[in-house]
């Protein structure tokens, strides 16, 4: 059976949700990027299984820095959903792509961003501890 799902911005009242998920960022930051429709979250069966969470560089560019689904749900294309109505929304505010990236020791990652449309588009050498590299992906919207 399907999971009736829900994909929408997050508002406040989702913020001890979404700390579950992602508990990197600050509450000061949810404030921010909630008013700025910065946080897109997954419902199933009224709870929150999924999020994204995106950032304009540079105040033009924007880039996908998180991307969730709990354990539980992945592998069912969900992921893709909520970047869909991501891409949709960028589209409907003017911009032509979206950035994204991962770090070079990361295949896994590497792959799912290459499965889903990104196109690798260059590398940013020794940007973490132990000379890692950031890889960068761009999706055209």
Not at 83 to 88: D, T, V
Not at 97 to 109: G, I, K, N, R, V
Not at 118 to 139: Q, T
């Amino acid at each position: 059976m399907q999971e009736k799902l829900n994909i929408r911005f997050a508002n406040e009242a989702d913020i001890p949700n979404l700390k579950k998920l992602d508990s990197w960022t600050k509450d000061i930051m949810w404030h921010r990027k909630i008013f700025g429709q910065e946080v897109i979250v997954l419902e199933a069966e009224n709870q929150i299984i999924g999020l994204i969470r995106y950032d304009l560089l540079w105040s033009t560019v924007p880039f996908l820095s998180l991307i969730f689904v709990e354990e539980n749900y992945r592998g069912k294309g969900y992921s893709r959903q909520m970047l869909e109505f991501l891409k949709m929304h960028l589209r409907s505010e003017g911009y032509v792509a979206l950035l994204s990236s991962s770090q070079t020791d990361e295949p896994e990652a590497q792959n799912w961003h290459r499965h889903i449309g990104f196109k690798s588009n260059g590398i940013i050498e020794n940007i973490a501890d132990d000379d890692i590299g950031e890889i960068v992906f761009r999706m055209l919207l």
